[in-house]
């Protein structure tokens, strides 16, 4: 057969490491043991061997993937059978394997990561675009019950919760906030809270605030600023820790959007 009617493999869906072998640089054909066709012993056509002698598998890489689709039902069973049977002792050997070469492997990974990043953010967002409504719809059952385990019980998830509808009130839903709450806000979670807490007056406890009994209360009102983007300096004015402060549910509830310059 011609080799170039010979057609290449996917090289988008199974990306190839572009190592030249000894049988590449030198035009050595290999006959496949799988289908007997011969084809250029390329890593185009073959998969890598490092203990062959032109550096490529015997089966080629059509072959592989035929057979490899076949029986991967068979395989991936016997492959838990395996690690079921041997579970302890696998998983004392990927220790130690990790912690050896740990660096190594948080190196690779970066720079694969760095590498691929623009590639998996498109593959992710085409997965999202068509998959949006069975995705959310896998997420909300764990998304609701994280909710309600949490709020009004853990301090820092009520706290982020609140701080976040906040935000999205201040802009009016018509631009999105992006990143964490130190980048868009200035202050950590932490801080808040300090700052938050400092202004206690008598009475006043977080017990109180998880209940709803105190609210998270801008001094002078979001309606005041009328911000347009988390950039906008009328933002960075409304959301300064100067601005907030623990206020009694009745009392901001009675104070509603008034301003106070006094």
């Given at each position: 057969?011609?080799?170039n ?9 199974k990306p ?36 062959s002698?032109d ?20 395989r ?11 579970k302890?002792?696998?998983l ?19 720079d694969?990561h ?6 998996n953010?498109?593959?992710m ?13 896998r ?16 301090l820092?998830?009520?706290l982020?919760?609140?701080v976040g509808?906040?935000?999205r ?11 964490k ?23 006043m ?9 105190i ?13 347009q983007?988390?950039?906008?300096p ?14 009694w549910?009745?009392d901001?509830?009675?104070?509603g959007?008034?301003v106070?310059?006094?």
């Amino acid at each position: 057969m011609d080799d170039n009617t010979i057609p290449l493999f996917d090289l988008e869906s199974k990306p190839i490491k572009r190592t030249r072998t000894i049988a590449e640089r030198s035009g050595i054909f290999r006959k496949c043991t799988a289908c007997g066709e011969s084809k250029p012993a390329t890593l185009d056509y073959f998969h890598a061997c490092n203990h062959s002698p032109d550096g490529v598998r015997a089966v080629c890489r059509v072959c592989r993937a035929k057979d490899n689709a076949e029986h991967n039902e068979e395989r991936t069973a016997k492959k838990r059978a395996h690690y079921a049977k041997n579970k302890e002792r696998l998983l004392v050997i990927t220790r130690e394997n990790y912690a050896k070469n740990a660096e190594q492997r948080r190196e690779y990974a970066r720079d694969q990561h760095w590498k691929n990043r623009e590639r998996n953010l498109k593959r992710m967002q085409a997965n999202w675009d068509e998959n949006r409504d069975i995705l959310n719809e896998r997420r909300r059952p764990g998304s609701r019950a994280k909710f309600h385990e949490l709020y009004g019980k853990d301090l820092t998830f009520t706290l982020k919760h609140r701080v976040g509808a906040l935000i999205r009130r201040t802009l009016r839903f018509n631009k999105k906030k992006d990143g964490k709450m130190k980048d868009i806000l200035g202050f950590t979670v932490d801080e808040l809270r300090q700052h938050i807490e400092d202004q206690f007056t008598e009475g006043m406890n977080w017990d109180k605030f998880l209940s709803g009994e105190i609210h998270l209360d801008h001094k002078t009102p979001i309606n005041f600023f009328k911000p347009q983007s988390v950039d906008d300096p009328a933002f960075k004015e409304c959301w300064a820790l100067s601005n907030l402060q623990p206020l009694w549910a009745r009392d901001n509830l009675s104070k509603g959007a008034k301003v106070n310059f006094g």
